[in-house]
DNA sequence: TATGAATGAGAGTTCATTCAT
DNA sequence: AATGAATGAACTCTCATTCAT
């Protein structure tokens, strides 16, 4: 019932409503969560409901789409950091940047994923996996956090700081410095090792999405 | 007719009721989140959705007995870690429990909070921290943490390893053990303190708090 | 199912209740319409509902029982106005007291009847039709009122004065004042006789009810 | 959204649909009173609640709707009138057509009206009032009614009428027509004037409504 | 292809009435 | 006889999704 294989190219005003809808999208959940109605969110684009549906085959689809995007941009800012000079400052720069990406849009971190979606995930680990990796190892070689400290344990740190964007104070950024400074601190070289051992990153990436904050409707 | 206002005694079967509908309740909200509905709670329960109003004046106020119960447990285990002989020993067994009762309960965490049942909040801030204040200087006296901690702090820990449990691995409990120590390791002495304060412990409840997962109904 | 036959005299208790549930019926009617709950007037009234089903078939027979008082009421007015010397004055007597009972209660003119209470109705009739009709036949021989007016007229003069009463102003009676002499001057005699004729009483008693005002769950 | 600010030309199939309702929500106001519920309206008229939902806001909307159209009725049928040789004769029209359409429709005579429709209300004042003056006038300067006679009597005088049309007798419109006559009589030039003076259009306007028969979940 | 319109399946809440103590 | 508690059937309104133009 979809678009059997969407060619490459769209028609100009597809395209044009596609990215409408995505912008829309984007907006509105950073300000109001999943929670908002197809019906907004298309009108906030400028279209039809309908429309919304000709692109994405449900809500999940559109939700996905909207943080494919964001991941992107995720993978460029590793990739910047992974091309740092000094390797303890690029794993600071990585963590700081995809933080401050996430909290930019509450859906990035309370967010989705059922069934289908899937793909995405897994595409996405394929890019963030080399180098995040190699973020990680050079800051290891260099003596500079703990040995045992694998790539999924960026991803549950991630995870957890962007927890603390929540917490309502004055000064976000200033509340999220000072845990990042923690979990760097717990993360230096020491002769207690951690116990257990890392979720791999597609766990990690699992647990993002999490299907908080879906409506009932949309848990079935 | 509110909760808050029952006479003392129940009737048998009333009692019976009530039970069962919190039960059904913290069943629920554990498994599935704030945004299952009252008639699925209810029938859980094995009752009519009506009787459940008759308990609680409407969903918020079963909500907010859920986990007004979980929070006295959670007073409770600050109590005991308090009573500890070893301070350090005190701090790990006061967060590992009460992690783990977050945990149990998936509704503690993404849990709710509108308008009046503010109070409720207030009193377990009340009761709350005065034991884990204490639980935390007698740790920071004997040097077993940096002297920078404050009693926010812990709280915005807990928040963040409760985040943890979202990942789904084989063995959950493990996994938090690491991040916790990952955590603890974090918290020991440093010559770099940590930038920034805590948070109040009002703000980190009203964080806890946060809206998540209820339905847009609720929301208004 | 109902107490078979009720025996001429209650207990002393359950006579306070049944007094108590009819005077709190009054009063809530008379303040709120019809549509309050059985469960306000119990709980106005100081009993259980339950114990107001125990006195009442439903919610019809108490509205029946609350309006039979008022009844009552009515038709010593109207003997009264019968007691009265001038054949005009009394009817004008019966004509404003009959009113005035009627406003006070805004029950008593938006009411209901459903099948089954008819019974009331039919012994209203039988007493109050021979007094109205002495009252009216004293003004009609006296030429006071056109030969043509009926009993049944002045029930209907009743209905629509009544409506009046709706109307916001700020001096009710003033208002009701002026429309009463309207009919008034409309009821005297005149060249041109009244078109038709008048309704039964049981015709007029029919229309009071009318079934305005009740929830929809009453109508079935 | 809302009714007001439909798009001028609605689809063929909606326009029949919002005919439908608008039908289906006369006749059964008419039938059963403004407390029919939507899902009884929606199943009346063969689409779905929702679809009721997408032409009228809420249920007070569909009922103002329903009203309106009969209010443009009515300003017909006073201009007629006003049209009309004799002034006596256009008065007498004016009265029996605005009757007939009040008792059409029992909605119309037992209506409501809550907080933003008011503007409706107001603007049917605008049109009524200067074509019912300038009735009431001409008769008056003709010497055909009572000098002190007010437009606002009018209007008293149409809801006292309206009333009648509740007794259920074998031939309504006989019965009217008598207490027509009744009330013209009364009318009629005298020597005792009539006392007080009538309500305002407004308040005449206010007390239609009345907010009768509105289920109490409207009432909020 | 994009739109306006329609829809079914709830969600939360209320109330007249009955059951069990 | 009176109560506390329970119930089922509504009622208003919403939303993800599909149909028809």
Redesign the pocket.
Known sequence: MT?SAHPRQL?A??AR?RRALMDAAERLFAARGL?V???DIAAEAG?????A??HFA??HELIAASLRQKIDQAVLIAEEAAGTEDPWEGLIQFLERTLALMTENRALHDVFLPGQGGDWLERLEERMQPVVSHLLLRAREAGEVRSELEPGDLGVALQMLATVGDVPVAEPPALLRRYLELLLAGMRPSDTPLPGSAPSPSEVLAAMPEARNL????RR
Chains 1, 2, 3, 4 share one sequence.
């Open positions: 678009t028609r005003d597809a409503n929670c109605t197809l019906d279209v039809n409901v309908a429309t549906y000709r449900n809500k409506s009932p409707r949309l």
